[in-house]
């Protein structure tokens, strides 16, 4: 018998998840996803990724402003009585009158190889710090954040070129296809759920607009994997002659500079770092300004031998 199911969730990461449930002919009762929110200049209200995927797919979709007190949402859910609900970055806290309604259990699909990376950003967060392994783990949610037992789990190797935008919808889609083998494992009694363990817990919190601040004491290496992770945002910005600068895309380099200090070497731009490192800038934009590549912006700006970036430049 197919599974009765709620599926709750709202990014695009979340929507190869919904689809490969209904493609495996699971029973998705209801679409529970964020309130439709103003976007662009206009404001103009715009359905999440999940509501449009449950749109295009011909599901029961709903959409409450608030969940834990909401007794019409309650009386809803608990009236499809399923058997699971699957949580995919849905955004909001799920409160214990949730976790307790089906008997198979809240299942989340989190982005990172848990216990590491708990939180809001382990795409982002993984790629910052160096990681060159990742994953996906689908895991029974509790009240904590990010701690309840791990079904099952799949690796997946992060490129050298990985950018979280790259990053993403392979870790998408791998975990679409571990949300329905847990979900047939569980249904046949053959998965082994294993508490984490704490002590091998990290952290991977919502990311803060200062987060894309470039601290050119760090070596370049460290600077590029941030430039990396923090793709489309909050991206890598600094300072260029009082105007923010955005670093689109960089490259570790050879020559060795004092840190911040930019050095033209023919058409290359390449800024120091710490630890007698450096970064060469390959693209880049001035606030107000085109995206540019680096030997465009050299003959438009002419950055003088010595000059900085950052917040004294």
Known sequence: MPLDLIFCGTPRFAVPTLEKLVDAAFRIHLVVTQPDRPKGRGLELVASPVK???????????????????????????????????????GRIIPQWMLDLPPLGNINLHASLLPKYRGAAPIQWAIANGETVTGVTTMRLDASLDTGDILQQQELEIAPDDTAETLAPHLASIG?????????????????????????????????KE??????????????????????????HTKFRGRTMQILKARPATAAAPPS???????????????????ELLEIQLEGKKRTSAPD?????????????GLLS
């Open 52 to 90: 449009q995927c449950a749109l295009r797919l011909n599901l029961s979709i709903t959409q409450p402003d608030r969940i834990k007190t909401n007794d019409e949402f309650r009386a809803q859910l608990t009236a499809l009585k399923p058997d699971a609900i699957i949580v995919v970055g849905y």
């Open 176 to 208: 679409a296809d571990l949300v329905v083998e847990t979900l047939r494992r569980l249904q046949s009694g053959s998965v082994d759920p294993r508490p984490q363990d704490n002590s091998q817990a990290s952290l991977a919190p919502i990311l803060k």
């Open 211 to 236: 987060d894309g601040l470039v601290d050119f004491s760090r070596s370049a290496a460290a600077i590029f994997n941030r430039i990396r992770a923090f793709q489309p945002w909050p991206g890598a």
């Open 261 to 279: 200090e930019l050095h033209v070497l023919s058409d290359r731009l390449v800024v120091g770092c710490g630890h007698n490192t450096s970064l």
């Open 297 to 309: 912006f050299l003959h438009g700006y002419r950055p003088h031998p010595g000059e900085k970036l």
